[in-house]
C-alpha cells in the first residue's frame, strides 16, 4: 500500500514570508495529524484531524499557523507569517481508526517530513 | 507539552550488545508504542503495547509496561550498526470518540561495529 505522501521535502524562505505544506494520507485513514519536530526534539503535535473535523489543535499557534483537510483526505498546514523559531521538520501522520474505543488504534503512519528553514 | 520523557538522552553501544531505554509519562493510557526515526527520515513505528500487557516482544525487541510507575522500557537484543537511530515513545490516550497521541524527547542510539 502507499505510504503517507508530502511535499515539499525542503523549503527555505525567509521570515515573515507565507509557505505551506501538503499531505496526502493513507487511503482509508480517519485520524490525521501534523507534528512539528525541532532539531533535537520529539515530536510535538500541532494538529489533529478526525475525517475533516478539527479533534485538537490546543498547540497549534492559531495567529500564524493554519491547517485544514479537504473532504477528509488530503491536508495542508500554512504558516504565515514566518519565524526564524518555525524552522523545524514538519511531520504528517496519518492512523486507521476503526470505531469506538480505545482498542480501535494501532499504528501512526509517518511521510517523510518536510524540512522548513526560515532565514 | 509533551507526554513522555525518555532517559538516556543519548546511547552508545558497541554491535552485539543490548540496549534499554526508559520512557516515564504523566498520565492515563491506551497504549504505549515505540518508534525509531533515522536520521532525515520520517518515523517508522516498532512495536505497541496495550495498557493491561506487562510484555511484548517483536523480534529483537522487548518492551515492558508498568501502568503503577507509569513506565516503559524498550530492549535491543544483538544491537546491530542499522539500529543507530533515534527511538521515541508515544502515549495513545482516548476520549469518547478519539484519541491523542503524543511522543517524549527521544533517545539517539549509536552503535558502532
Known amino acids: 500500500e502507499a505510504g503517507v505522501a508530502q511535499s515539499p521535502r525542503y523549503k527555505i524562505i525567509e521570515k515573515r514570508q507565507s509557505v505551506a505544506f501538503w499531505c496526502n494520507p493513507i487511503?482509508?485513514?480517519?485520524?490525521l495529524y501534523w507534528y512539528q519536530q525541532i532539531l533535537g526534539q520529539g515530536p510535538k503535535l500541532l494538529i489533529q484531524?478526525?475525517?475533516?473535523?478539527?479533534?485538537?489543535d490546543s498547540q497549534l499557534p492559531k495567529d500564524r499557523f493554519s491547517a485544514e483537510r479537504l473532504k477528509g483526505v488530503d491536508s495542508t498546514l500554512k504558516i504565515q507569517p514566518a519565524k526564524l523559531e518555525d524552522s523545524a521538520v514538519y511531520l504528517c501522520?496519518?492512523?486507521?481508526?476503526?470505531?469506538?474505543?480505545?482498542?480501535?488504534?494501532?499504528?501512526?503512519?509517518f511521510g517523510q517530513g518536510t524540512r522548513l528553514t526560515v532565514v | 507539552s509533551q507526554q513522555g520523557e525518555e532517559d538516556p538522552q543519548a546511547l552508545s553501544i558497541q554491535e552485539g550488545e543490548n540496549a534499554t531505554m526508559n520512557c516515564s509519562y504523566k498520565?492515563?493510557?491506551?497504549?504505549l508504542q515505540w518508534y525509531r526515526q533515522n536520521s532525515g527520515r520520517g518515523l517508522v513505528h516498532l512495536i505497541l503495547?496495550?495498557?493491561?500487557?506487562r510484555e511484548k516482544h517483536s523480534g529483537r525487541l522487548r518492551v515492558t509496561l508498568d501502568t503503577s510507575k507509569k513506565s516503559s522500557s524498550l530492549l535491543i537484543t544483538a544491537s546491530r550498526a542499522a539500529d543507530t537511530a533515534s527511538y521515541f515513545c508515544?502515549?495513545?490516550?482516548?476520549?469518547?470518540?478519539?484519541?491523542?497521541?503524543?511522543f517524549g524527547a527521544g533517545t539517539q542510539v549509536v552503535v558502532t561495529p
Open positions: 484531524f478526525q475525517n475533516n473535523g478539527v479533534v485538537d
Open positions: 487511503s482509508g485513514h480517519a485520524t
Open positions: 503495547i496495550r495498557s493491561n500487557e
Open positions: 498520565t492515563s493510557i491506551n497504549n
Open positions: 508515544a502515549t495513545y490516550m482516548t476520549t469518547d470518540s478519539w484519541g491523542k497521541l503524543q
Open positions: 501522520a496519518s492512523s486507521l481508526d476503526r470505531g469506538q474505543g480505545g482498542s480501535r488504534f494501532t499504528e501512526a503512519f
